[in-house]
C-alpha cells in the first residue's frame, strides 16, 4: 500500500476535521501518500482530489463541518456511477480509501470493496445511529448544542409560564431525543421508537400543573415532525400558551468537543493501520472504551434499540 484516499460523506458532523487530521498525520508517518477527495463520492466520481501532507490538516482540529466537504451522491449509488468511482481510483493509484460518514456512506464503502477498492469506515454522524458502534463522531458536539439552546429556550418558557415543543434531529434515531431531553430536563421525550399517545402528554402536564409545574419543554425527534400542530393541541388542551421552536442545522455545527476530538483522533488512526494490515471492508466502532473493527456486511446488519429504561427514567425524573 503507497497511497490511501480519504473523502467525507452524507451528513456533516462536528469532529470530522479531527478524523481527517488524524488519517492524513497516521498515514504521513507511515510513509504513505494521502490524497484528500473533495464533495464525498461525487469528487471521487468527478476525479476531484489533491494530495495532503502533514500541513494540510494544521489548524482544523477545532473546526466544525469538514474541509473535504461533504454531499449525498445518488449518482454513485448506480452501476455507472460505481464504476466510474473504481475507475477514478485505479487511474489515481489508490491502494485503500478511508471513508468517514454514516451508514449510507458505508453501504457505498462496501459496494467499493467489493468492486476490489480496500475500503475502512469511520463513524461519524451527529444522530448515533450506526448499530456496530456505542458511539459516532459528532454526537457529544451535538448533544451539547442542543443543550445550550434548550437550556435558553427554557429560560424564556420558564418567564412567561410557557410550554415550549422543540424538534431536534434525527429522521429515523430518537437517539439526540432522548439524551438531549435527559439532560435538559424535558418533561417530555417523543421519538420514533416509542409510540407515543397526546392524551398521555396532556394528562402528565395536567397532574404536573397541580403540583405548581408552570412551564415545560418537550422534545421531538425530526422523524415524528409536526411540532407546531403539536404546540398548538396542547395549548387547546392544557390552556398553556405553547410555542414550537425546530433547532435544524445549527445542531450539526460547532467546534467539535473533547470527546468527539479524541475519539476522531483515535478512530483515524486506527482506520489507516486497517488498511495498512491490507484489511478491508471494515468499519471502525468503539465499544466500552474500546477501538475495535468490523466486517461492514455484518456492521450494517446489527441493530441497536434505544434503551426504553433510559426512556422511563427520564419521564420519572421530570415530573
Ligand atoms: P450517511 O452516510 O450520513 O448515512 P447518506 O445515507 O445520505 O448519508 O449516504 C451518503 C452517500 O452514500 C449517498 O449519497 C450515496 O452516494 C452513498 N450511499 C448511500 N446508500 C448507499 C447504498 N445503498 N449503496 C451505495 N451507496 C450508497
Ligand atoms: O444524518 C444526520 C442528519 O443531521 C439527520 O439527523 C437529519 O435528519 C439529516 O442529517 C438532515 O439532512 P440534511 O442536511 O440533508 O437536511
Redo the contacts with the bound molecule.
Keep these: 500500500m503507497k497511497k490511501i484516499g480519504v473523502l467525507t460523506?452524507?451528513?456533516d458532523a462536528p469532529g470530522m476535521n479531527a478524523a481527517i487530521r488524524a488519517v492524513v498525520r497516521t498515514a504521513r508517518a507511515r510513509g504513505l501518500s494521502v490524497c484528500g477527495i473533495s464533495r464525498?463520492?461525487?469528487g471521487l466520481m468527478e476525479n476531484d482530489m489533491f494530495e495532503m501532507d502533514l500541513r494540510s490538516v494544521s489548524d482544523i482540529i477545532d473546526r466544525g463541518g469538514t474541509i473535504l466537504y461533504s454531499?449525498?451522491?445518488?449518482?454513485?449509488?448506480t452501476e455507472q456511477?460505481?464504476d466510474l468511482a473504481v475507475e477514478v481510483c485505479k487511474r489515481n493509484n489508490i491502494d485503500g480509501l478511508v471513508v468517514i460518514?454514516?451508514?449510507?456512506?458505508?453501504?457505498?464503502a462496501?459496494?467499493l470493496s467489493l468492486k476490489g477498492i480496500p475500503c475502512v469506515g469511520i463513524p461519524?454522524?451527529i444522530?448515533n445511529d450506526i448499530s456496530c458502534t456505542d458511539y459516532t463522531i459528532g454526537l457529544d458536539t451535538c448533544l451539547n448544542t442542543i443543550v445550550q439552546s434548550v437550556d435558553r429556550v427554557r429560560d424564556t418558557s420558564e418567564s412567561h409560564d410557557r410550554c415550549t415543543v422543540v424538534e431536534v434531529m434525527g429522521r429515523k434515531a430518537g437517539y439526540l431525543a432522548l439524551e438531549s431531553g435527559i439532560a435538559v430536563g424535558a418533561s417530555y421525550i417523543i421519538i420514533p421508537e416509542k409510540p407515543y399517545s397526546l392524551d398521555e402528554v396532556i394528562k402528565r402536564m395536567k397532574e404536573t400543573l397541580k403540583t405548581g409545574k408552570r412551564h415545560f419543554v418537550i422534545v421531538v425527534a425530526e422523524g415524528i415532525g409536526g411540532v407546531a400542530n403539536l404546540a398548538k393541541r396542547i395549548e387547546e388542551e392544557t390552556g398553556i400558551e405553547s410555542k414550537s421552536v425546530i433547532l435544524g442545522h445549527v445542531q450539526r455545527g460547532g467546534s467539535p468537543t473533547a470527546k468527539d476530538r479524541i475519539v476522531a483522533g483515535l478512530m483515524g488512526n486506527y482506520a489507516v493501520d486497517l488498511l495498512l494490515q491490507g484489511k478491508s471492508n471494515r468499519v471502525v466502532a468503539i465499544k466500552k472504551d474500546e477501538i475495535i473493527d468490523y466486517d461492514i456486511y455484518e456492521a450494517l446488519n446489527m441493530t441497536k434499540s434505544i434503551d426504553l429504561n433510559k426512556y422511563n427514567v427520564a419521564l420519572e425524573i421530570s415530573i
Design positions: 460523506s452524507g451528513g464525498g463520492y461525487n454531499a449525498r451522491s445518488p449518482k454513485f449509488k456511477g460505481m460518514g454514516g451508514d449510507g456512506s458505508f453501504r457505498g462496501r459496494d461519524g454522524t444522530d
